[in-house]
T-cell receptor, first 119, second 114 residues
Framework: DARVTQTPRDKVTEMGQEVTMRCQPI?????VFWYRQTMMQGLELLAY????????DSGMPKDRFSAEMPDATLATLKIQPSEPRDSAVYFC?????????????????FGPGTRLTVL | DQQVKQNSPSLSVQEGRISILNCDYT??????FLWYKKYPAEGPTFLIS?????DKNEDGRFTVFLNKSAKHLSLHIVPSQPGDSAVYFC?????????????FGQGTELSVKP
């Protein structure tokens, strides 16, 4: 039963601390997405990677957020320093995107999320 | 700039009745639309999709309607069941985007009462 895993599931930290969230995409998927869920914005796309290369990180606050894929089995999202307004649920999703095929658009499989609380 | 909008944060429906969830979009380049369902403490899961070449797609109790001229889509659930209680997200994409990028709405929380 292939699924996206995320760690930690819950994180409480104090303002100014560094936070690292990890994601293991489904084996064989070539695209990894990071989203943030907030009440006001819903699901916001922060960044995404294709074959480990960053495609778009325009949704991410550049000064404090960074996203990387050290290898095909691990994606990380780091916040340094964290602020109370970063409190949200962060989702990782992976998919097998085949160019312009419409079939590619429904192949995003989400992890269970990391609930981040910054005090 | 919210390109995909779900203006109803919540909806309550009686079991057995129809649930209608609405979604509006502003970007005329969007040509593929999806609905995702999310239970508490879980990630969203894909429910149903529609291409802009169609105006209706049906899958069991779930039907999605697309009105391109109005830039509006809706999800109909008939009959509604208590297990359908969840947050529903509408998402859109453009085929000129090679990355499979989706733009999501804010979500609508559906509550189906027995």
């Amino acid at each position: 039963d292939a699924r996206v895993t995320q760690t930690p599931r819950d994180k409480v930290t104090e303002m100014g601390q560094e936070v690292t969230m990890r994601c293991q995409p489904i084996l064989g998927h070539n695209t990894v997405f990071w989203y943030r869920q907030t009440m006001m914005q819903g699901l916001e796309l922060l960044a995404y990677f294709r074959n480990r290369a960053p495609l778009d990180d325009s949704g991410m606050p550049k000064d404090r957020f960074s996203a990387e894929m050290p290898d095909a089995t691990l994606a990380t999202l780091k916040i340094q320093p964290s602020e109370p307004r970063d409190s949200a649920v962060y989702f990782c999703a992976s998919g097998l995107v085949r160019g312009d095929s419409y079939n590619s658009y429904n192949e995003q499989f989400f992890g269970p999320g990391t609930r981040l609380t910054v005090l | 700039d919210q390109q995909v909008k779900q203006n109803s944060p919540s909806l309550s429906v009686q079991e057995g009745r129809i649930s209608i969830l609405n979604c509006d979009y502003t970007n005329s380049m969007f040509d593929y639309f999806l609905w995702y369902k999310k239970y508490p403490a879980e990630g969203p899961t894909f429910l149903i999709s529609i291409s802009s070449i169609k105006d209706k797609n049906e899958d069991g109790r779930f039907t999605v309607f697309l009105n391109k001229s109005a830039k509006h889509l809706s999800l109909h659930i008939v009959p509604s069941q208590p297990g359908d209680s969840a947050v529903y997200f509408c998402a859109a994409s453009a085929s000129n985007n090679q990355g499979g990028k989706l733009i999501f709405g804010q979500g609508t929380e559906l509550s189906v009462k027995p």
